[in-house]
């Protein structure tokens, strides 16, 4: 038998890197001699054809050895051994057995394993057989028995494609599952040439609708028109192009009867009037499957029991699902128009009969599914149905519904412009894009900007966002004064991101004090008056708000300051969230933290009882970051965890790096270092795209705080230089000055200080100006310690001794064992370390009390230098150097991080030469030549440590 020449060679697969490893290593055994076998097994449309051609192809070009290849033909499957027949038919060359026979006298089980195992005695040979379930029974069974009897040495493998691997049960199988976001990206862009000019509103909405599904991509952005792609023109609804796939996942159900085809369409009808992923209601299921005629065992037996329904539907408690999303889509597509609008009606019927306030709003949005073609009148009930306290994703669909029962162009924009808002304020930002590209772009007025500004501003370019905004407010500012105030606070969001306070000012002072004035539904609250110097100002919190941040921005913070705190005690009877979270901004800008926090956790209460879900992960993220900053940083790292998953969850990747951010923080105190270097890795990453400067500050500060905590000054004042210097380029604009006691610290543990004088001096200073305008209770003292820091030796322990009182005023036990480790390691220094020992174990205890792991490190190896015997449970684990001294292993690792002696002495404050002669006893102990070989011996004792680190920070992550 020759090599087959029929398989072409396909297109580039995306996403699929790990399958076709797969694939190469079955194909790599069989090369050398050995076979195997492997299912794959996926709805339509993920590409299992595509992987069994890329197989075939390869190993055609790889070896030029025999390639069996056949596809199952539906229409076949009740003619016995006819699968078998086209796979034999594919031989490019004569056989033992005739394919004609095997057709007309059928083939055994045995007979096919002798065959495969002869002709892969000649060559090693490939066998690929896709749609295998659709295969005559016959031949599956023959095929499945062979290939299990194929293994090494038999030169034979089988790669066999099938909807599921029920019928090749005992053979290795391997699941494929929808493209990743990125492999759907690529292969968008190529679908479209790489089109620069593709909306990425429309990419969105194709990226959600295809769901990982490269056919139905493939076929949706097929159907678009250049100016549809373009944004130029509004999106059909629903889209086109998914016609073939929902066809493939409809034709797994043609074996069901009748009736069981009956309840498969009232389970599907029945999500239109549900949230996305919500399901059906079993209860209704059963009252409408009673109306339409079906016997109650029949019932029973599909709804509650898997095999019933041919594994379609699943039942999670009081809910009915479909067991894929395609698969709902498929069963509506191919149920004819008159019988789904009977099926709607029926479901309109049964809701319409309960109690009104309640199904109103679902038997309308059955009504509409039901509706032959636009219905004004129908479109008008649903808007007015569609309001409080329904919740937002039950709006947003009986909006949309509205939309396209719409006549009239404007109305069917500014209804989807409405359902976009809804979908965005129920954390869905997948179909809010969806529900903007549907909007054309001449028909969007103030509402469509707004909303994309909106989204933005969580998830995008917040440059993009405030501009988005800006423009917003202006189109809105005649008609509509509540968005109009909420585009120009985002816009101001957006512009405190970006770390610009000129913008931010810009957009603050574009806010009429009228309508800043005005209580709205969204901002209200009646306030105390504040003082008479400020009365004419504000007289109510939002305007207070307004004038209070402008005035600190532009340079007034007494004013700005006394406006701020009476908008926080304005708060104290608010009930809605957005008044709470400005709140609490005012007290992170007074540095009154432990207002921050309490305004924080309120706010987090109000949007997990009142909605909106949207708002859950800004909540999250303001709440963590006021814990870290009043020293709380287990619940820190805890709210800022659960925001993160939040994040995820409703698609706001801005959120998610400042989340990050404040996770790195975190993990800076209480370690793995690896997470706080992972944390801040995926904050700057989504950082950097998307311009979120305070994210990026607070996640460069984090890393230095790591290398603090991890003895290396040297790198921590390199990384936190550019962030506290003043001009453009530098840090955050609120958030650097925080930064500036990290700064000090590693440049004076390094040895820089004088190289660093003027930058050292400026910052000192700035920080200095910065302590008499928060009331943040920690500033006072990191002021003394930076001053200790400089200050000669015999004025240190004084400055010491003042940052310790104003410790003790303000509480937490962080900053105190950090200001008790530097004053021990001065004492030490000194040589006067009986002394020193008392602060470091104040530091050490105070460390281990709040969890800061590394730190406690820090200090255990400082009161080891200091000649105290310290618990052995530390910290990082003795490993290959339990035979050295503490301070023996302290300079080892110094060493075996690649410091030279002089950076080692600085960090330790030791001199060189006492560095030299520890480091000759070290080579001596553990018998190395070279600080490489050290760096390899420790890199070895501490691999599973370290591989350790990474599984959790994986997990947590």
């Not at 479909?322 to 509506?332: G, N, Y």
């Not at 000129?502 to 574009?510: E, G, T």
């Not at 994040?647 to 706080?676: F, I, K």
Request: net charge positive; proline share 6%.
């Amino acid at each position: 038998m020759t090599p087959s020449t029929t398989v072409h060679s396909p297109l580039r697969l995306y996403g699929r890197s790990g399958e076709l490893a797969i694939l190469e290593t079955l194909l790599g055994k069989l090369r050398t001699g050995d076979g195997g076998a492997l299912v794959l097994t996926a709805p339509p449309g993920l590409g299992r054809t595509a992987l069994l051609r890329q197989a075939a192809a390869h190993y055609l070009r790889g070896h030029g050895g025999p390639v069996l290849y056949a596809s199952a033909a539906p229409t076949e499957q009740r003619l016995p051994y006819s699968g078998l027949h086209a796979l034999l038919c594919s031989a490019p060359g004569p056989l033992p057995l005739a394919p004609d026979t095997v057709l007309s006298s059928g083939i055994t089980p045995g007979a096919l394993l002798g065959l495969l195992r002869a002709l892969g005695a000649e060559q090693p040979l490939l066998v690929c057989v896709d749609d295998a379930h659709l295969w005559d029974p016959d031949s599956r069974a023959a095929l499945g028995f062979a290939a299990r009897r194929l293994g090494a040495g038999s030169r034979v493998a089988v790669v066999i494609g099938a909807a599921d691997e029920t019928a090749f049960a005992g053979l290795p199988a391997l699941r494929l599952g929808p493209l990743d976001d990125d492999a759907a990206t690529a292969l968008l862009d190529r679908l479209t040439d790489g089109a620069a000019d593709v909306d990425p509103v429309v990419r969105s909405e194709l990226l959600r609708e295809a769901a990982g599904n490269p056919r139905l991509l493939a076929g949706l952005a097929g159907r678009l028109t250049p100016g549809q792609l373009a944004g130029r023109t509004a999106l059909p609804y629903p889209l086109p192009g998914g016609e073939s796939v929902l066809d493939a996942h409809a034709a797994h159900l043609d074996g069901l009867s009748c009736d069981t085809h009956t309840l498969l369409l009232l389970a599907a009808a029945a999500e239109e009037h549900e949230p996305d992923g919500a399901g059906s209601d079993a209860a209704l299921l059963l009252r409408a499957g009673a109306r339409a005629g079906l016997s109650a065992s029949h019932l029973d037996r599909v709804l509650f029991a898997p095999a019933g329904s041919a594994g379609a539907l699943q039942r999670a408690g009081s809910r009915v699902h479909f067991s894929h999303p395609l698969l709902r889509r498929a069963v509506l597509h191919r149920a004819p128009p008159g019988r789904r609008r009977a099926v709607h009606e029926l479901l309109a019927g049964l809701l319409g009969g309960g109690e009104p306030d309640r199904a109103r709003l679902p038997a309308l949005v059955q009504k509409a599914c039901a509706s032959t073609g636009p219905d004004a009148g129908l479109a008008e009930q649903l808007e007015r149905a569609a309001t409080a306290p329904r919740p937002h994703g039950e709006r947003s669909a009986a909006l949309a519904r509205a939309a396209a029962l719409s006549t009239d162009d404007a109305l069917r924009a500014a209804r989807f412009t409405a359902a976009a808002e809804q979908a965005r304020l129920a954390g869905d930002t997948g179909r809010a894009r969806a529900m903007l590209a549907r909007v054309g772009p001449h028909l969007a007025e103030g509402a469509a900007p707004y909303v994309r500004g909106m989204l933005a501003l969580r998830d995008g370019p917040v440059a993009d966002a405030r501009e988005a905004l800006l423009a917003a407010a202006e189109l809105l500012a005649p008609h509509d004064p509540r968005r109009t105030l909420d585009a120009l606070f985002g816009a101001a969001e957006a512009a405190w991101a970006m770390g610009d306070a000129i913008a931010y000012l810009d957009a603050m002072n574009r806010v009429p004090v009228a309508a800043a004035d005005r209580p709205t539904a969204q901002y209200r609250a009646a306030a105390d008056r504040p003082t008479a110097q400020y009365r004419a100002a504000a007289d109510r919190p939002t305007a207070q708000y307004r004038a209070g941040m402008c005035a600190v921005l532009a340079g007034h913070p007494d004013r700005g300051h006394a406006l701020l705190r009476c908008c926080l005690d304005s708060a104290a009877r608010a009930e809605d969230a957005g008044e709470l979270l400005r709140a609490g901004a005012c007290a992170l800008v007074l540095g009154e933290v432990d207002a921050a926090c309490r305004a924080g956790a309120r706010a987090l209460a109000v949007v997990r009882t009142r909605g909106p879900e949207a708002l859950l992960p800004h909540a999250l993220e303001q709440l963590a970051y006021a814990e870290l900053r009043s020293g709380q940083h287990a619940r820190a790292r805890a709210h800022a965890l659960e925001g993160l998953h939040a994040a995820r969850r409703t698609g706001q990747r801005n959120s998610a790096a400042h989340l990050h951010a404040v996770l790195a923080l975190a993990a800076s105190v209480e370690g793995p270092a690896e997470a706080c270097a992972a944390h801040a890795d995926a904050a700057l990453t989504g950082a950097g795209p998307h311009g979120l400067a305070q994210a990026a500050t607070l996640a460069t500060w984090a890393v230095a705080r790591a290398d603090l905590a991890a003895g290396r000054p040297g790198e921590a004042a390199a990384r936190l230089g550019p962030l506290v210097r003043p001009g453009p380029g530098t840090g955050h604009f609120a958030t650097r000055m925080l930064a500036v006691p990290c700064y000090v610290e590693a440049v004076v543990l390094s040895g820089r200080a004088h190289e660093a004088g003027g930058e050292l001096a400026v910052a000192v200073q700035e920080f200095t100006l910065w302590t008499t305008r928060t009331t943040d209770p920690q500033v006072p003292a990191q002021l003394a310690r930076c001053r200790a820091l400089l200050a000669p030796a015999e004025e240190a322990a004084a400055r010491y001794e003042e940052a310790l009182a104003h410790h003790y005023r303000a509480g937490g036990d962080f900053e105190r064992a950090r200001t008790r480790l530097l004053q021990g390691q001065l004492l030490r220094r000194l040589r006067r370390t009986r002394e020193a020992r008392g602060p470091l174990r104040d530091a050490l205890v105070a460390f281990e009390r709040c969890s800061a792991r590394a730190w406690a490190g820090r200090a255990a190896g400082e009161l080891r230098a200091a000649g105290e015997a310290v618990d052995a449970r530390d910290r990082s684990g003795p490993g290959p150097l339990a035979a050295l001294t503490p301070q023996q292993q302290r300079i080892a690792r110094c060493v075996a991080e690649g410091a030279t002696n002089r950076e080692v002495a600085v960090r330790l404050s030791v001199s060189p030469r006492t560095v030299d002669h520890h480091l000759r006893n070290v080579f001596a102990a553990l018998g190395v030549r070279s600080r490489t070989e050290l760096a390899r011996l420790l890199d070895r004792g501490g691999g599973a440590r370290l591989q350790d680190r990474d599984e959790k920070k994986r997990a947590d992550l």
